[in-house]
């Protein structure tokens, strides 16, 4: 589903995501009250959804729809990459943000990946959420916190702080000379290590404890 109150825009995202094998566009919204009746009656798989709108913003819409649909992924849609309600968005559910202008080729990997429950790190916004995570963390461990560097294999570290980057499985994969389904099973394990259930959060938790 798109939800963004400019028209224009979301004509751009359906050209693009309609041409796209295994993707069907069920339902657009203009805003966020909108969006959640819309959701709540067509259950999407992902939504595609902008942070700024009227009547109800970004935020309190993915808020309700995770709520409501724990199953339906979201990934928010914002203009500037130092849009503070990125960090809003992620707190309140959201899978995974991009910029708007984000080639298309970028948006159909988001797309597909939330699709499958994996979420997306837009690059040039992953590292600002980090380092606000980090400032607002009030307890930092330091870099050789024993409990996760035994947990994890050089490889996963490896894998971990590319993820970090914001860099997809395909770019992991050429950047460490790896398949993308090793890259899938590193990942895996690293969850299951780390305790997380997301890309997310498992970066978040790797700044946090100064493993990157």
Same mark, same amino acid.
């Given at each position: 589903?798109?939800?963004?109150?400019?028209?224009?825009?979301?004509?751009?995202?359906?050209?693009?995501?309609?041409?796209?094998?295994?993707?069907?566009?069920?339902?657009?919204?203009?805003?966020?009250?909108?969006?959640?009746?819309?959701a709540m009656r067509l259950e999407p798989q992902v939504v595609l959804m902008d942070l700024r709108m009227? =009547?109800?913003?970004?935020?309190? @819409?993915? !808020?309700?729809?995770?709520?409501?649909? /724990?199953?339906?992924?979201?990934? $928010? %849609?914002?203009?500037?990459?130092?849009?503070?309600?990125?960090?809003?968005?992620?707190?309140?559910?959201?899978?995974?943000?991009?910029?708007?202008?984000?080639?298309?080729?970028?948006? =159909?990997?988001?797309?597909?990946? @939330?699709? !499958?429950?994996?979420?997306?790190?837009? /690059?040039?916004?992953?590292?600002? $959420? %980090?380092?606000?995570?980090?400032?607002?963390?009030?307890?930092?461990?330091?870099?050789?916190?024993?409990?996760?560097?035994?947990?994890?294999?050089?490889?996963?570290?490896?894998?971990?702080?590319?993820?970090?980057?914001?860099?997809?499985?395909?770019?992991?994969?050429?950047?460490?000379?790896?398949?993308?389904?090793?890259?899938?099973?590193?990942?895996?394990?690293?969850?299951?290590?780390?305790?997380?259930?997301?890309?997310?959060?498992?970066?978040?938790?790797?700044?946090?404890?100064?493993?990157?």
């Amino acid at each position: 589903m798109l939800v963004d109150d400019q028209a224009l825009f979301r004509d751009g995202l359906r050209a693009v995501l309609s041409v796209q094998a295994g993707l069907q566009v069920v339902a657009e919204a203009a805003n966020g009250k909108e969006a959640v009746a819309t959701a709540m009656r067509l259950e999407p798989q992902v939504v595609l959804m902008d942070l700024r709108m009227p =009547v109800m913003n970004g935020v309190e @819409a993915t !808020r309700a729809i995770r709520a409501a649909l /724990p199953g339906c992924q979201v990934i $928010v %849609l914002t203009t500037f990459d130092d849009d503070d309600q990125v960090f809003d968005a992620l707190r309140a559910g959201a899978l995974g943000y991009l910029l708007k202008d984000s080639p298309p080729a970028r948006l =159909v990997e988001a797309v597909s990946a @939330a699709a !499958r429950g994996e979420s997306f790190l837009q /690059p040039s916004i992953a590292a600002k $959420v %980090l380092a606000e995570f980090n400032r607002l963390s009030p307890k930092r461990q330091p870099a050789d916190s024993p409990v996760l560097w035994e947990k994890l294999s050089g490889r996963e570290i490896e894998v971990l702080q590319k993820l970090a980057q914001g860099k997809s499985n395909k770019e992991i994969g050429v950047a460490l000379n790896l398949a993308e389904g090793t890259v899938k099973n590193h990942l895996s394990n690293i969850f299951g290590k780390l305790g997380v259930l997301d890309r997310t959060q498992a970066a978040l938790l790797a700044r946090e404890r100064g493993l990157i």
